[in-house]
């Protein structure tokens, strides 16, 4: 996280707004189990039919992207005897060092009701089973999806409960035969319980006391949403307009560091590749995530906090700003912070606009919520999944200290630049860093939202 009180903008120091405090006060760490217990309002045997409906594994369980380890994977977890049906497995490398996401269909596949006990037994064997093969696997996801329609009534698979581990993590808690499945699930990283499965899960009333401290159990932001944008309201009846004074980063300060700044995600294969590198190179950075994907696999944004990187403010929904009422550009920053915000204990203070796409109200809406808007000056064009010595070319052509590198965390294409990208700024006698970093001398410009908008468009900034 960027920590405000080391910078200075008109001569005074600047601290966490209050704004931001009451919202995390609100939003805390998940509570004890107690606290989970108005997820089980109604318990029904039967989920509704649309959850039930099968889906389709179209070209197969195997995912293609490592298809000889993804066989084997394949083939251990039907000998691991899996109580729902397998849709999908991916294994992805870069370095020798490969990961693994697992995808079933929540619901017992006989019957085709939900079970609490039954997904953490199946996500803690298909772990062990993962595990277990000789390919060394170094982390694992696994989640269990529900179909789900789209605004644009196309079926997509709503993960419903997720929960992601290291091999040394693994390891750790299956040597203790005397816990419980889910005992060991809940020391691995933050296990998520949507409430759309707990809801309906036949053993949701007996189990829901043994919850897990660290489960990730609230609805999504996405239920909240008319009370967000009612909130966004009062704050739009307020705004001044262009001439409103506002904060915004469009380079770092001098000295021998560059920004390296990663948009999207969490992705449950590429994270996990993208923070393998960057530990083993000692590399510090600034993620700046999707609520919605962190809402999906909070694991992975755990993971990110713990390694030290900060984690940045990319809106819910992922939605240009010039698309949006003033009161939807509020919901989207506020939904993202308190989804980071109950996960780290911290809030986001930097925000970056889906596709640099920022606008007068967008700037000061950030503003009075206390959160600055981000951009950068070498942007790697990765999204377009060039080659890795592009990406890396794009990253790092004309590189100077203060320099702000735009990456994303949606493709192998990224994983495979990044070595390069590091080795090539380190080459240039500088040295990647997080944001903060290279706002460490004050890099924080004071404008109108007027002159900022106006900027945009002279850079040309987009994704």
Same mark, same amino acid.
């Given at each position: 996280?960027?920590?405000?009180?080391?910078?200075?903008?008109?001569?005074?120091?600047? +601290? =966490?707004?209050? %704004?931001? *405090?009451? @919202? &995390?006060?609100?939003? #805390? /760490?998940?509570?004890?189990?107690? +606290? =989970?217990?108005? %997820?089980? *309002?109604? @318990? &029904?045997?039967?989920? #509704? /039919?649309?959850?039930?409906?099968?889906?389709?594994?179209?070209?197969? *369980?195997?995912?293609?992207?490592?298809?000889?380890?993804?066989?084997?994977?394949?083939?251990?977890?039907?000998?691991?005897?899996?109580?729902?049906?397998?849709?999908?497995?991916?294994?992805?490398?870069?370095?020798?060092?490969?990961?693994?996401?697992?995808?079933?269909?929540?619901?017992?596949?006989?019957?085709?009701?939900?079970?609490?006990?039954?997904?953490?037994?199946?996500?803690?064997?298909?772990?062990?089973?993962?595990?277990?093969?000789?390919?060394?696997?170094?982390?694992?996801?696994?989640?269990?999806?529900?179909?789900?329609?789209?605004?644009?009534?196309?079926?997509?698979?709503?993960?419903?409960?997720?929960?992601?581990?290291?091999?040394?993590?693994?390891?750790?808690?299956?040597?203790?035969?005397?816990?419980?499945?889910?005992?060991?699930?809940?020391?691995?990283?933050?296990?998520?319980?949507?409430?759309?499965?707990?809801?309906?899960?036949?053993?949701?009333?007996?189990?829901?006391?043994?919850?897990?401290?660290?489960?990730?159990?609230?609805?999504?932001?996405?239920?909240?949403?008319?009370?967000?944008?009612?909130?966004?309201?009062?704050?739009?009846?307020?705004?001044?307009?262009?001439?409103?004074?506002?904060?915004?980063?469009?380079?770092?300060?001098?000295?021998?560091?560059?920004?390296?700044?990663?948009?999207?995600?969490?992705?449950?294969?590429?994270?996990?590749?993208?923070?393998?590198?960057?530990?083993?190179?000692?590399?510090?950075?600034?993620?700046?995530?999707?609520?919605?994907?962190?809402?999906?696999?909070?694991?992975?944004?755990?993971?990110?906090?713990?390694?030290?990187?900060?984690?940045?403010?990319?809106?819910?929904?992922?939605?240009?700003?010039?698309?949006?009422?003033?009161?939807?550009?509020?919901?989207?920053?506020?939904?993202?912070?308190?989804?980071?915000?109950?996960?780290?204990?911290?809030?986001?203070?930097?925000?970056?606009?889906?596709?640099?796409?920022?606008?007068?109200?967008?700037?000061?809406?950030?503003?009075?919520?206390?959160?600055?808007?981000?951009?950068?000056?070498?942007?790697?064009?990765?999204?377009?999944?060039?080659?890795?010595?592009?990406?890396?070319?794009?990253?790092?052509?004309?590189?100077?200290?203060?320099?702000?590198?735009?990456?994303?965390?949606?493709?192998?294409?990224?994983?495979?630049?990044?070595?390069?990208?590091?080795?090539?700024?380190?080459?240039?006698?500088?040295?990647?860093?997080?944001?903060?970093?290279?706002?460490?001398?004050?890099?924080?410009?004071?404008?109108?939202?007027?002159?900022?908008?106006?900027?945009?468009?002279?850079?040309?900034?987009?994704?």
């Amino acid at each position: 996280m960027i920590k405000w009180r080391r910078f200075r903008r008109n001569g005074r120091i600047l +601290g =966490l707004p209050a %704004l931001l *405090a009451a @919202t &995390l006060a609100a939003f #805390p /760490a998940p509570a004890a189990p107690s +606290g =989970l217990s108005h %997820l089980a *309002a109604r @318990t &029904l045997v039967v989920p #509704p /039919a649309e959850l039930l409906q099968a889906i389709e594994n179209g070209d197969g *369980a195997l995912k293609g992207m490592d298809p000889g380890t993804e066989r084997s994977l394949a083939a251990e977890l039907e000998r691991a005897g899996l109580g729902q049906r397998l849709l999908k497995v991916a294994v992805a490398r870069e370095g020798g060092r490969p990961v693994a996401l697992i995808k079933v269909q929540a619901g017992d596949s006989q019957s085709r009701l939900f079970s609490l006990e039954q997904v953490e037994d199946d996500a803690f064997r298909s772990m062990r089973a993962a595990f277990s093969l000789p390919e060394d696997l170094q982390h694992v996801d696994f989640w269990a999806v529900v179909p789900a329609p789209d605004a644009e009534g196309e079926v997509w698979h709503r993960p419903v409960f997720s929960v992601a581990a290291t091999r040394v993590a693994f390891m750790h808690v299956e040597g203790n035969p005397s816990r419980t499945h889910r005992e060991a699930l809940a020391q691995l990283s933050a296990l998520r319980y949507d409430p759309v499965f707990t809801t309906y899960a036949r053993d949701w009333h007996s189990a829901r006391e043994a919850m897990p401290r660290t489960a990730y159990t609230a609805p999504r932001i996405r239920d909240q949403w008319a009370q967000l944008t009612r909130e966004g309201l009062e704050l739009a009846a307020t705004l001044t307009g262009p001439e409103a004074t506002v904060g915004a980063i469009f380079r770092g300060a001098n000295g021998n560091k560059v920004a390296l700044t990663i948009d999207d995600g969490p992705h449950p294969l590429i994270t996990p590749l993208f923070l393998d590198i960057l530990r083993r190179e000692g590399v510090k950075a600034t993620f700046f995530v999707v609520g919605e994907k962190a809402e999906e696999f909070p694991g992975l944004i755990r993971e990110i906090h713990r390694d030290g990187h900060e984690i940045g403010n990319h809106t819910y929904s992922h939605r240009r700003f010039s698309q949006l009422r003033p009161e939807e550009i509020y919901a989207e920053l506020r939904g993202c912070a308190r989804i980071v915000g109950a996960l780290t204990g911290e809030l986001p203070t930097a925000m970056r606009p889906p596709g640099g796409d920022y606008t007068v109200a967008s700037l000061e809406i950030a503003e009075r919520m206390g959160i600055v808007t981000a951009l950068w000056t070498h942007n790697t064009g990765d999204w377009a999944k060039p080659a890795p010595t592009a990406i890396a070319y794009n990253a790092t052509h004309e590189l100077g200290a203060g320099d702000i590198i735009l990456m994303h965390q949606g493709d192998m294409q990224s994983v495979k630049a990044l070595p390069l990208i590091i080795k090539r700024v380190r080459a240039r006698k500088l040295e990647p860093a997080r944001l903060s970093d290279v706002l460490a001398n004050g890099a924080i410009t004071s404008l109108s939202a007027r002159e900022a908008v106006a900027r945009r468009t002279r850079l040309c900034l987009t994704e």
